[in-house]
Every structure is written in C-alpha cells, then in structure tokens.
C-alpha cells in the first residue's frame, strides 16, 4: 500500500497563477484532510471531507476550493495564488467509526511545498 | 486564538534522559490529544494518543498524561534516542468520529544530543 501519496512534490507560481495540488489515498478511508504549515503556526485545517462529494471548511479556507469527486482522491486548488499562500500543504486521511468520543488516526501524505512569488 | 499552545519551540537532551514536551489547552469539549511527531520533508507521524477521559497512556517509551483541571499534557519520552530528534506536535480533537478534526499546536523541536 502507497498511503496516502500527493502530487507534485514541489511548485513554484506566480501571484495570480491557478493550481491543484492532488491528494491519493489507497485505504479505502472516508475522510480526508488538506492542511497548511507555516512557520510557528503548526498545521492549520483548511478544508475536509467525510465522503465522496462532500466537503466542509476548516480554520484557515479563504483562497482555496477544494473537491472529492472520488472516495480516494481530494484535490485543493488556489484560482488566485497570492505569497501569503506559501507554505507546505499536507493532505490526511482516515477510517471512520462516526461515533463520538472515538478518534481515528489521521494517516499524512509526505507533503507539497508551493513557493508563490 | 491559540486553542491548543505549545511554549516551547525548542528542547535539547541528553541521550539516555527523559524528554518531557509540554502542552497546553483551552477547550474543555476536547475529547482526545495526540501526539505526532514530524521529520524534515515528511509528513506527520501519529505517535500516541489519550482519551480526554483518561489521565494517562503509556506505549513503550513514550507516556503522555492529561492533567484536565489544569488543561495541560505532556508527553514523556524515556530514555531518549538520537532518533527521537524531530518535531513533535500536540493536537486535540473534538466532535470524535463524526469528523475526526483536529487543532494542532506549533510544535517543539526535539534535539537528543548523543
């Protein structure tokens, strides 16, 4: 099993060039996460999903769209890319019990880094 | 509004000693906190959790406990390996399976000096 596996590795832009970066999961998990990491802000949650063709917002949406139009594939999008969005993005999947006061482990992709200049 | 705090970006131990990496809460409706633990240019590795209604969880050398009136954990390492040197990142949930969120602190950079 690859994990959970994401596309491309490293990407640079220009301010106001568009991109999706893909995330990959082969564990059948229903939910999955997109995360960003910036300097001395941790992982910040920026959008999520809980099954295929929904998706919800996290802390940190503004600037980004994402979609799941397959259960194993979430894919993030910047229609705009501005400096402030660069960062390490990180997708995250996992099993879910859906039951309350059960935590399911969040498996990461090894990463993206997106330079905007 | 910082709901989970790490305060210390940075440690250093001895090979051999105990690591203790500390972290701080403000929301009482968490119901579980994770430790990950992160290398350069990977992704995050779950490392151990606890259940908001436990005070502690052991798994080898690794022991976090919950100190819920005072909103804090920590998690011990014991002893330190070379290896252990990465960053390490509280995180807490709340909601548990309905979405499995979760609020990641900013991590501490574990350095264990052999």
């Known amino acids: 099993n690859a994990g959970v596996t994401q596309t491309p590795k490293f990407r640079v832009l220009k301010t106001g060039q568009s991109m999706t970066l893909l995330c990959a999961q082969d564990?059948?998990?229903?939910?999955m996460y997109w995360y960003r990491q910036d300097p001395g802000m941790g992982l910040r949650l920026i959008h999520y999903?809980?099954?295929?063709?929904?998706?919800a917002k996290g802390e940190v949406p503004d600037g980004y769209n994402v979609s799941r139009l397959k259960k194993q594939n979430f894919l993030l999008g910047l229609e705009s890319a501005a400096p402030s969005q660069t960062s390490v993005y990180f997708c995250?999947?996992?099993?879910?019990?859906?039951?309350?006061?059960?935590?399911?482990?969040?498996?990461f992709g090894p990463g993206t880094r997106l330079t905007v200049t | 509004d910082q709901q989970v705090k790490q305060n210390s970006p940075s440690l250093s131990v001895q090979e051999g000693r105990i690591s203790i990496l500390n972290c701080d809460y403000t929301n009482s409706m968490f119901d579980y906190f994770l430790w990950y633990k992160k290398y350069p240019a990977e992704g995050p590795t779950f490392l151990i959790s606890?259940?908001?209604?436990?005070d502690k969880n052991e798994d080898g050398r690794f022991t976090v406990f919950l100190n819920k009136s005072a909103k804090h954990l920590s998690l011990h390492i014991v002893p330190s390996q070379p290896g252990d040197s990465a960053v390490y990142f509280c995180?807490?949930?709340?909601?548990?399976?309905?979405?499995?969120?979760?609020?990641f602190g900013t991590g501490t950079l574990l350095a264990v000096q052999p």
């Open positions: 999903s809980v099954g295929e063709g929904t998706t």
């Open positions: 995180a807490a949930s709340v909601g548990g399976g309905a979405t499995n969120k979760l609020i």
């Open positions: 606890i259940s908001s209604i436990k």
């Open positions: 995250a999947s996992s099993y879910s019990t859906g039951l309350a006061g059960v935590w399911d482990e969040q498996y």
């Open positions: 564990m059948n998990h229903e939910y």
